[in-house]
């Protein structure tokens, strides 16, 4: 039977004969059943928690993931060992039969003898086909014995007729059988079981297996999610993980009878330096699985934004003074587990390369994967030639003799719609020492590149493909330095490179006229974009400068655009409009998202800043792209309608839309005509109340009719006529293309008026988006907000009931009836593993009546109220919010006022401002200090 992985000769975690001893002693001196099994299980207990202790101490002190692995399953081994003798002298003293009627056996992960330290283990009871009467009593006594330990127990009791019979109709008990392992009893009974199963059930139906776990691998995936490059991975279930590499071990044992991945080695076109990679992920793994377990004492397989840093320091990746920064630690840790998730997804395809190959002559065959005759073959250009529905190449040498094949390969492939074969595949990986400064600057490469990468039938596939094999980043080493590397904050979902890619495949999306439904705007300007390339290119380099560069983000994203632009050839002109997109590819969602919108000093800046219609329309497809590409469910309506009211406004400016242009001197004159405009037409269309309109049209400011057309304007005046009668009045009306429901609040202006709305809806779990706040002369508020639900929809859509509590709570407090206390804090989770550190940013330019403040710091509930009540505190005013939040951060821009009218320029002023709003975002910090301080201490 298979004894695990490897067999190491460090010493056991216990003594197993001393174990029995102890066992045999309590046998003797405890007649009493009860006080037995309670004195076994103290034993028992007190033995496992020693065990672990030491292999822990071993982890530590540096042994390696397998070997931690083999010594939990060996300190396992010892206590059923024990268990097993107990039972049989208990209940069969001095007797033979009962020990050789039954035989226990490990299967599963527990019969691969590697566990992690919470690991269920999995016993098969084999049993003589003349059970003897103790048989069962035995089985119970050690099931019990091990529940009352704490152990989790999957149990089978089987004569080897019964394993034989459900192995033929179950692949799931084939699988556990194929690793079973004996561990105490009749030895004979688990020999014959293997050597039945390996003639009765195992020769002739290899394809079938391989068939059956390919399948199931997939479906596995597709649960766990079917990229290797979540940034919460399932070390055990994901994609790139613990199983891919089982599964591939499984069929190894399965074809060739091998006990440890040393031995593949013996497997033709399998190198040595493959087999090391095999066994240098399976080591990686199992101590990143191990080290989840014991820090969180459960079963714990994914690895969660708060087990990162527990995981990576203990694993080394910072020094001994945390020199590094624990940011820094997690990222380097993490790209090492993505490095190593993709050659895990490398070596899949060589094992199978190696399958195809080993059993393409036997008659059988493996179906899909191993034909029953030599597949057909059909030439295509150069070196190239299709099997099987796969894209192969002539040998290794073909590389050698013109390297740029290596990027036509894919070229080819994505021409013709195919896979790589495995054997092409592998060939490729050892060939990545011949991509150096020659084939980069190479312009019959460059071109192939930039066909696949700007023209390509499926771009996201091949260039996914590209990078899996490692030429990618070869190629473009901009693009290398950011394989695998993890942005250590909750916002985002995937790895930079995985992030980046998917960019790419949202504008190949776009260009084959899909997603219109959620990104008109960008469907739409796509094909009046002139330059496809230099688009493709600005998202596929956008994110090169993340890292710590110096310059920051943008700047060094931008250097290194102009570095591969450059290197691949393309005219200053171009080079130059790549370069312009990466350093501002932020530039838009900012705008949109935290700046007011309706005020025209933010659309002129904006419009200054991209300079020409051009830069607009890519600017606005690669920033929908980069959203998009973040993580499911952050492309939202709000933020869609956003970019396309800020795209419109601007490109009005560039269609000659200038307030001089139309014989005004400034903007202020614009918004006086249409102010104008608006209120004749509203009092013209109320003929009953035309005096009342007048008079409430004449209060309101200027800038309130910009934004609102003509039937939102006679809404409000209705609600601010109920206001009067009733002290305050709320309506709310569903905004579908927005993904939010709009709610409209009409009061007597006072001080704090704001804080109590928001602490309104933040005791009801509504989420602002945006505000906006309108005074009027005559001393009303009229204040507009963009709400939403907890996942983004429009609050209370579906829930009339949760919508008209919301409308009274607000009433409520727009009459300064008992204002809503701040929520209370929920528990900050994952959220607690991430170091958020407070920022207030005071700008006087930004608009020319407001002072804009934008605060960053942890997200909370409450926050809102609590920022929104510091401004009240200080005699400020808000005219417009925008909130958002990105995973654990919050970003809130804020357009002030104060009770004059004017902007905050008092120097004194603005200090203490900025001090007060620090102090709020900092009130959840020692909080987020006292999680942190318990989860170090649970890691030890």
């Not at 006087?844 to 926050?863: C, I, K, Q």
Request: neutral net charge.
């Amino acid at each position: 039977m298979p004894t695990g992985l490897r067999t190491f000769s460090t010493p056991p975690p216990i003594d197993g004969e001393a174990l029995c001893a102890a066992l045999d002693e309590i046998g003797r001196e405890c007649a009493d059943p009860g006080v037995r099994r309670a004195e076994v299980v103290r034993l028992l207990r007190a033995t496992l928690d020693r065990g672990r202790a030491d292999v822990r101490a071993r982890l530590d002190a540096g042994a390696g993931g397998i070997e931690t692995a083999r010594l939990l399953a060996q300190l396992v081994d010892e206590i059923v060992v024990a268990l097993h003798r107990f039972a049989v002298a208990c209940l069969s003293p001095g007797e033979a039969p009962l020990a050789q009627s039954l035989s226990v056996v490990a299967v599963g992960g527990y019969g691969r003898g590697t566990m992690a330290p919470c690991s269920d283990i999995d016993l098969l009871f084999l049993k003589g086909s003349r059970s003897d009467a103790g048989v069962e009593p035995a089985i119970q006594v050690m099931l019990y014995t091990l529940w009352d330990v704490g152990f989790k127990v999957g149990h089978a009791s089987r004569t080897v007729d019964e394993c034989l019979r459900f192995a033929r109709e179950d692949f799931t008990i084939r699988t556990s059988l194929l690793e079973a392992r004996w561990v105490a009893g009749d030895q004979g009974l688990a020999d014959a079981l293997k050597r039945r199963f390996r003639r009765e059930v195992v020769d002739g139906s290899g394809a079938e297996f391989v068939a059956a776990k390919l399948a199931e691998r997939d479906a596995r995936h597709s649960k766990a999610g079917a990229s290797r490059y979540m940034v919460e991975p399932d070390v055990k279930e994901g994609k790139g993980g613990l199983r891919d590499l089982n599964t591939l071990f499984w069929i190894a044992q399965y074809l060739h009878p091998v006990d440890q991945p040393s031995e593949l080695v013996r497997l033709q076109e399998f190198t040595r330096r493959e087999v090391k990679a095999f066994v240098r992920a399976f080591d990686f793994l199992w101590a990143t699985r191990c080290y989840m377990h014991f820090i969180t004492r459960r079963p714990e397989e994914r690895l969660t934004f708060d087990l990162q840093p527990e995981v990576a320091r203990l694993m080394g990746y910072a020094d001994a003074t945390g020199a590094l920064g624990e940011t820094a630690s997690v990222e380097r840790f993490m790209r090492r587990y993505f490095l190593i998730a993709r050659e895990v997804g490398v070596l899949t395809r060589i094992f199978c390369a190696k399958l195809e190959a080993e059993h393409a002559k036997q008659p059988q065959g493996l179906a899909r994967l191993l034909p029953r005759r030599a597949p057909r073959q059909r030439e295509l250009e150069d070196a190239f030639y299709e099997e099987a529905g796969r894209l192969n190449v002539r040998g290794e040498q073909a590389f050698a003799a013109d390297p740029v094949r290596l990027i036509r390969i894919f070229k080819v492939a994505d021409a013709n719609n195919l896979d790589l074969h495995p054997d092409a595949f592998a060939t490729v990986t050892r060939s990545l020492n011949l991509i150096g400064a020659k084939l980069r600057r190479d312009p019959a490469a460059a071109r192939a590149f930039l066909d696949v990468l700007a023209f390509g039938q499926e771009t996201f596939r091949t260039l996914t493909l590209m990078n899996e094999a490692g030429v990618l980043g070869r190629f473009l080493p901009e693009f290398g330095r950011i394989v695998g590397q993890m942005q250590f904050n909750m916002y985002h979902a995937y790895t930079t490179d995985e992030h980046t890619l998917r960019g790419v495949d949202v504008i190949a999306e776009l260009a084959a006229g899909r997603l219109a439904k959620d990104h008109p705007l960008a469907v739409s300007v796509l094909p009046l974009v002139a330059d496809r390339e230099a688009l493709f290119l600005a998202v596929l380099l956008h994110d090169t400068g993340k890292g710590g560069a110096p310059g920051g983000q943008s700047l060094a994203g931008a250097r290194n655009a102009r570095i591969a632009c450059e290197r691949l050839g393309l005219n200053p002109e171009r080079v130059d409009t790549v370069a312009w997109l990466v350093e501002h590819h932020l530039l838009m969602s900012e705008t949109a998202q935290k700046r007011d919108l309706g005020d025209p000093r933010t659309i002129s800046a904006f419009a200054r800043t991209v300079a020409e219609p051009e830069r607009l329309r890519a600017l606005a497809i690669l920033t929908a792209a980069d959203i998009r590409a973040v993580g499911p469910g952050v492309w939202n309506g709000w933020k869609g309608q956003l970019l396309r009211q800020l795209y419109m406004a601007t490109e009005a400016v560039f269609r000659g839309g200038r307030p001089s242009d139309l014989g005004f001197e400034s903007v202020d004159d614009v918004q006086q005509v249409l102010a104008a405009s608006a209120r004749k037409r509203l009092a013209a269309a109320h003929p009953e109340a035309a005096e009342a309109v007048r008079r409430w049209a004449g209060s309101m400011e200027d800038a309130y009719f910009v934004p609102f057309p003509a039937r939102a304007q006679a809404q409000h005046f209705a609600l601010v006529e109920r206001a009067e009668r009733d002290g305050a009045a709320a309506s709310a009306r569903l905004m579908a293309d927005w993904n939010a429901v709009e709610i409209t609040v009409a009061a007597r202006d006072r001080r704090g008026l704001f804080a109590d709305l928001a602490g309104a809806m933040a005791g009801l779990g509504a989420n602002i988006v945006g505000a906006r706040v309108y005074t009027s002369a005559s001393g009303g508020a009229l204040d507009v907000f963009s709400v939403q639900d907890s996942l983004g929809g429009p609050y209370g859509e579906g829930d009339a009931r949760g919508l008209d509590r919301l409308l009274s709570a607000l009433e409520r407090a727009g009459r300064g009836e008992g204002a809503e206390p701040a929520p209370e804090a929920a528990p900050l989770g994952r959220a607690a593993a991430f170091a958020v550190a407070p920022r207030v940013v005071v700008d006087n330019d930004a608009s020319d009546m407001a002072t804009v403040v934008e605060v960053s710091g942890r997200d909370r509930p409450g926050l809102l109220q609590a920022l929104a009540r510091t401004f009240a505190s200080a005699g400020l005013s808000v005219q417009s919010a925008h909130v958002e939040s990105f995973g654990e951060r919050a970003v809130d821009a804020f357009y002030l006022i104060t009770a004059d009218g004017l902007k905050l320029s008092d120097p004194h002023a603005l200090s203490a401002l900025k001090a007060a709003l620090t102090a709020v975002l900092l009130e959840i910090e020692p909080a987020v200090e006292r999680v942190r301080a318990k989860a170090a201490a649970r890691a030890g």
